[in-house]
């Protein structure tokens, strides 16, 4: 990792981190110019907390929450948790989501849905076949940056549409119309060439997300927390056909 990448992602300064504490989880409402004025980052309220379920806190607490809430997806047993008007209002003291995820833009895969959770329980970040840039990796770092969120989930799924696009380019040598062509310049060195057909489409899905994930934890500020057991990033995908999410080892 070279060092510009290193100082994009080394942690701001206190100010700083409190500004874009207050911006993002504070209490500001809209008009309230004078309350950004008069109160300090620093005394905003802690939120309370969104619902009486336990909230989960480490890593594999994460990662059961979002299996359980799977589950209930998958079998039709959704619970849609934390919209009610007491969660809502409780959420405009602040947020603490659980878990990062990074997904497709995907209309067939929200996550908040696929894995059965509310308000103020994800970040989700949505790009075309999960492809990495700058204000991606931003959006992504800043839940276990600045909140703490001890999970990163890289959900690839079935049949997406960008792998397939990078795949058929790769085959043809097609040129894909205006910034198109980006994603697929991202996802082309995951291209499966050992597989054919449909089976190269559903390897380099997993290699994408494999890829994804491995450059996620690579991150230094990532990956000091990975080190210190205070977060995990995942790589999952999720099946259209029978609405599981499967670990992608």
């Known amino acids: 990792m070279n060092s510009d990448r290193a100082k994009r992602f080394a942690l701001?300064?206190?100010?700083?981190r409190a500004l874009l504490r207050f911006g993002l989880t504070g209490t500001a409402a809209l008009g309230a110019t004078a309350a950004l004025g008069a109160v300090?980052?620093?005394a905003t309220p802690k939120a309370p907390a969104p619902s009486s379920r336990p909230r989960p806190s480490t890593p594999q607490e994460a990662l059961r929450e979002l299996a359980a809430g799977n589950q209930r997806w998958r079998t039709f047993r959704e619970r849609h948790p934390d919209e009610s008007p007491a969660v809502r209002q409780a959420l405009t003291a602040g947020q603490h989501p659980f878990a990062v995820i990074l997904g497709c833009i995907d209309s067939r895969v929200p996550p908040e849905l696929?894995?059965?959770q509310g308000l103020g329980d994800l970040f989700v970040v949505r790009s075309a076949g999960e492809v990495l840039d700058e204000a991606v990796l931003g959006s992504i770092?800043?839940?276990p940056l600045e909140?703490?969120?001890?999970?990163i989930v890289v959900l690839g799924h079935q049949s997406c549409g960008a792998v397939t696009a990078a795949v058929k380019a790769d085959e043809t040598g097609e040129r894909l119309p205006a910034h198109i062509q980006y994603l697929a310049d991202q996802i082309a060195p995951n291209v499966d060439h050992t597989k054919e057909?449909?089976?190269r489409i559903a390897s380099t899905i997993d290699a994408n997300v494999r890829a994804v994930r491995a450059r996620l934890a690579a991150e230094p500020d990532l990956a000091a927390m990975v080190d210190a057991g205070k977060l995990a990033v995942v790589g999952a995908r999720y099946d259209l056909?029978?609405?599981?999410v499967?670990?992608?080892a």
Not at 12 to 16: C, G, K
């Open 147 to 151: 909140l703490g969120t001890p999970l």
């Open 40 to 42: 300090p980052a620093a």
């Open 246 to 248: 499967s670990r992608v």
């Open 197 to 199: 057909g449909d089976a």
């Open 241 to 244: 056909t029978n609405q599981r």
């Open 114 to 116: 696929v894995f059965d």
């Open 141 to 143: 770092a800043y839940g």
């Open 12 to 16: 701001p300064s206190p100010a700083r």
